[in-house]
């Protein structure tokens, strides 16, 4: 019997996606864990645990019930965290930790990540970084994400690398933590999960774009070449794009708006088990979402990635181009789309198992 828990601390949509398997693979074990929701999407975490069967979080660090979608957002939401840790810190984790001591597990590189660890580490209570060793090795892009993760590599105890490039990432960090080299993303356990609840596409050959980046939507001259890229495909075939709240803020700041050909189904932000139909369906997809990436390359799915640089090398230079927002990259995909998918069945490891086996042999021996 497990005395000591699993604390999943979890804020983002895609971290939910990503650790949803792993609180699964929890519960099927009677491993005892506690899931605590930081609340930086409460909107659409929301949507997702009843699409995975997942329970209600133990904890909300806030009451916040809508999803963050600006910088203003994320500046107030980070402020009250700080005044939330300064004056409720110690009754909430002393509830939470004190007769539950175990392993805090954080995912990626996002706010919630970086007050996950703070959370931990004032707990005393080791870590386990879900998705760890990413580098983009510019810390502009993404920023603050780049910087977010090198500060949580270094003060993890437990290290998950989901490639052999995030791997060797940090055996060149030398990082004081644990590395575990696991078969792949949980992100695949999550498609595996999702793959029989799949609604029908809205159209036929068609492909998919999303684009969501602060440095890309932020910048007038990014937004249009973006907006001009979504353009050429539409020549192609019929594009659906999916828009993030901000994107659209800004496409309407810039006065972009009639940008956007007629023919383009702009359709706003979709659950997961509807956005992953929209992936399973296109015929290509063109975005700037790493998890998104990650699936595409799963799923053999020609990819553009609108990005000027990537921390994953999923399907890049197979199913996956790096755009750089370059018009000649973006020329030779669309009318090349048949060379960015192979024959060849894709690899379908199963991670979260393997990380949960770690975990509960690391919770046994934790005194």
């Not at 402020?79 to 805090?104: D, M, P, S, V, W």
């Not at 996956?320 to 048949?338: E, P």
């Amino acid at each position: 019997m497990h005395h000591n828990h699993l604390h999943f601390i979890i804020g983002t949509k895609a971290q939910l996606i990503k650790m949803a398997p792993l609180i699964l693979e929890a519960i099927k074990r009677n491993i005892p864990y506690t899931y605590i929701d930081s609340g930086q999407h409460a909107d659409t975490t929301g949507e997702l645990r009843k699409t995975f069967k997942l329970p209600e979080p133990d904890l909300r660090l806030f009451s916040h019930n809508a999803d963050i979608s600006t910088l203003g957002d994320a500046a107030k939401w980070a402020i009250k965290f700080a005044l939330y840790r300064l004056t409720t810190k110690q009754k909430a984790l002393e509830r939470f930790f004190l007769n539950k001591k175990g392993i805090c597990l954080v995912h990626g590189d996002t706010l919630s990540t970086l007050f996950g660890v703070w959370l931990a580490r004032s707990a005393g209570l080791p870590i386990a970084h879900i998705e760890s060793g990413l580098r983009s090795y510019n810390i502009f892009n993404p920023f603050p994400e780049e910087l977010i993760r090198i500060y949580c590599m270094k003060r993890c105890q437990l290290l998950f690398t989901p490639s052999d490039e995030a791997y060797d990432n940090l055996k060149k960090m030398k990082p004081r933590g644990e590395i575990f080299h696991t078969a792949g993303n949980t992100v695949v356990d999550a498609l595996l999960n999702i793959s029989n609840k799949l609604p029908p596409p809205p159209l036929n050959n068609f492909g998919l774009a999303t684009c969501h980046r602060y440095e890309t939507i932020t910048n007038k001259q990014r937004l249009s070449q973006v907006l001009e890229l979504i353009n050429q495909a539409s020549k192609t075939m019929p594009i659906i794009f999916v828009t993030h709240k901000p994107t659209i803020n800004h496409i309407k700041k810039f006065g972009l708006s009639g940008m956007l050909s007629k023919d383009i189904k702009v359709l706003d932000m979709q659950g997961y088990a509807s956005f992953q139909s929209l992936v399973h369906h296109a015929n290509l997809v063109m975005t700037d979402g790493g998890s998104i990436q990650e699936e595409c390359a799963y799923l053999n799915k020609p990819c553009l990635i609108i990005r000027n640089h990537t921390e994953r090398s999923d399907g890049v230079g197979k199913n996956a181009v790096l755009w750089k927002f370059d018009s000649n990259i973006s020329a030779h995909f669309l009318s090349n789309i048949d060379d960015y998918t192979s024959e060849e069945a894709p690899d379908w490891p199963s991670p979260s198992a393997e990380i949960i086996d770690i975990l509960a042999n690391k919770l046994l021996c934790l005194v």
